[in-house]
């Protein structure tokens, strides 16, 4: 019964820290000043990236129009989760 407990309590410390961190990160971009800024960042740390190049290229390019659309349209947590992706993306290839 206690190991139930342990692990069980465990979880939801875990949960909730993962829940914490992800409002945290929602809040980054607060504004379309600062969203531009991580934008044109996300341009420079792809253009350092020069393995990129076909599909995956054109699938970054993708998400980088999508993530500037959501900063015109003030949907900061949107751009944000877009530009965490491309930059996932420039540091894998």
Do not use: H, W
């Amino acid at each position: 019964m206690f190991e139930t407990f342990k692990y069980l309590t465990m979880g939801v410390l875990v949960a909730t820290f993962f829940l914490s961190a992800s409002v945290v990160k929602a809040e980054d971009i607060l504004d379309q000043k600062q969203c531009r800024s991580v934008v044109k960042d996300t341009y420079e740390a792809i253009d350092d990236n020069p393995a990129l190049g076909g599909k995956s290229e054109k699938i970054l390019l993708a998400i980088m129009v999508l993530a500037e659309q959501r900063c015109d349209e003030k949907q900061f947590k949107n751009a944000k989760d877009l530009l965490d992706l491309a930059r996932g993306m420039a540091a894998s290839e």
